[in-house]
């Protein structure tokens, strides 16, 4: 083959690789598969969905994991946690380097991506959120409802009923939660929910494991106890997500529910479910149900992929 042949052959090549990993058209003109986009919950990071992102491309779906600010590779720590040995006094009364970070912060930093993704070709996105990044979805969705193929809630919040996520937290139903139990420092005056990942008290290891991974070896468990962080601003908490029927409640959504969730409790999962089908009748939820902790991404990636592939 020519030189000027082949360099047009590979030109050609690579641009429609290009497009296929945007979730672009090929050359035929029909549409490839959709490109998922997972936002994580409190104190994780992008890293948590490697798994989930590895399989689905094994399948052929483009998948952006992406660290909210404040959190992965953007993580800030408070001086007091990442001391040793640790100080627990001042952990429990050093303000949190997060503390102005609110839920609008982390919609208008998804909200960036999504545009340049949709703008590059990609089509509307299904975006996936996890926990507390559930609020970040709806607060998404109330204000680009047409970015968005899909909304997908695994064992997230969905604020309807109340409009924060602190509002659920305080209701009679979360009480078997093990999450608030964990915190190290009052969230009014530290800015932030604080878990001691980096405990040197082993009982409180072992409770932070079982809140969010009791179906993870003990042996996995170190590993990921390194890579969250120890806050979640509080105002990520306490900002309304502002979900309307008009907008939030036109675009196609599913729930994926945690039977063994030690954090968001099942009975919690399905109040949600319920208000939310409530409030847009004629819009309700796809429900697919896991026998999982609250991170089935750590527990059970291949099982969770199944259930994204069926909701693609």
Known sequence: ??????????????AGAGLAACGGSNAGGTSTKPTFVFIHGAW????CWSEVVRLLAEQGYPALALDLPGHGITAKFPASY????????????????????????????VLKVIRGLTQDGSGPVIL??????????????????????????????????FQTVLEYLMQPD??????????????????????????A?????????????????????PAIANLLTPDEPIQA??????????????????????????????AVQDRMIAD????????????????????PFISNPPALVDALVLLA
């Open 1 to 14: 083959m020519q030189r000027r042949n082949f360099m047009g052959h590979m030109s050609a090549g690579l």
């Open 44 to 47: 994780h990071g992008g890293w």
């Open 82 to 109: 990442l001391a040793q040995p640790q100080n627990v006094a001042a952990l429990s009364t050093e303000v949190s380097p997060l503390a102005a970070l609110t839920l609008n912060d982390f919609r208008d930093y």
């Open 128 to 161: 996936v959120g996890h926990s507390l990044g559930g609020a970040v979805l709806s607060s998404v969705a109330e204000a680009a409802p047409q970015l968005i193929r899909r909304l997908v809630y695994l064992t997230a919040f969905v604020p309807v009923a």
């Open 174 to 199: 979360f009480a078997t939660s093990e999450v608030p139990p964990l915190f190290v420092a009052d969230p009014s005056a530290v800015g932030a929910a604080r878990i001691n990942h980096n405990a």
């Open 201 to 221: 008290d082993a009982a409180y290891v072992a409770k932070d494991k079982s809140a969010f991974y009791h179906d993870v070896s003990d042996a996995v468990f």
């Open 237 to 266: 908490f306490t900002t309304p997500a502002g979900a309307t029927a008009a907008r939030w409640g036109s675009v196609p959504r599913a729930f994926i529910r945690c039977t063994a969730d030690r954090a968001i409790p099942l």
């Open 276 to 295: 939310a089908d409530a409030f847009t009748p004629g819009n309700t939820f796809v429900q697919k149900t896991l026998s999982t902790s609250h991170s």
